[in-house]
C-alpha cells in the first residue's frame, strides 16, 4: 500500500504519543510492523495531536486520525476516530486518487464511494437532486459493501 502511495506523490507520517522507544520496540515485535516503509513520529506532549484536535485529554492519548495535506499544506480531507476502532489504509489511498484525480481535472468531482476509472461528475446547477442520473446506483451500493466487508 505504501509504494502505491508513494507512486501518486505522497508520503505518510504515522503519529502517536508514544516515545520513539515504544515506537522502536513495537516495530521489532509486532509482525505487521517489521517491514513497515513510512515514518513514525513520536509526540510524547501531545503537542501535535492537540495541533489537529485529536488529542484526548483526560488519557493523555491521541485519537487514531488521518488527513490529507495538500502540497500547500492545506487539509483536504481528515478522519478521526477513538482507539478501539482502527483506520482503513484502503479508504486513505481511495481519498488520495480522489483527491489527486479532481486537483489534475479541474471541474470535475469524484462522488461517494469513487474509485480510479468510475464515473465523474460536473457540479453545476442541472447535478442538484440528480445525481443518481449519473452514477448508477448498484455499483455505489457494490463499492460501499466491498469497502466495509469483514475478513
Not at 481528515?78 to 488520495?96: D, F, H, I, N, Y
Not at 446547477?125 to 440528480?130: A, E, F, G, M
Request: with cysteine.
Amino acid at each position: 500500500m505504501y509504494d502505491k502511495i508513494k507512486e501518486l506523490g505522497a508520503d505518510v507520517l504515522a503519529v502517536s504519543t508514544d516515545t520513539k522507544f515504544v515506537h522502536e520496540a513495537f516495530v521489532k515485535q509486532e509482525p505487521l510492523m517489521r517491514n513497515v516503509k513510512f515514518l513514525l513520529g513520536s509526540d510524547p506532549t501531545g503537542k501535535m495531536c492537540k495541533a489537529y484536535d485529536m488529542y484526548m485529554e483526560e488519557a493523555g492519548l491521541a485519537r487514531r486520525g488521518m488527513y490529507l495535506i495538500d502540497p500547500e499544506g492545506i487539509v483536504v480531507s481528515m478522519e478521526a476516530s477513538e482507539p478501539p476502532v482502527g483506520k482503513s489504509t484502503a479508504e486513505l489511498l481511495r481519498k488520495l486518487e480522489a483527491w489527486k484525480y479532481v486537483t489534475e481535472h479541474e471541474g470535475e468531482a469524484c462522488p461517494a464511494n469513487w474509485e480510479p476509472g468510475k464515473k465523474t461528475l460536473k457540479p453545476g446547477p442541472r447535478l442538484v437532486s440528480k445525481v443518481g442520473e449519473f452514477v448508477n446506483e448498484k455499483e455505489l451500493l457494490e463499492i460501499t459493501y466491498k469497502d466495509f466487508r469483514l475478513g
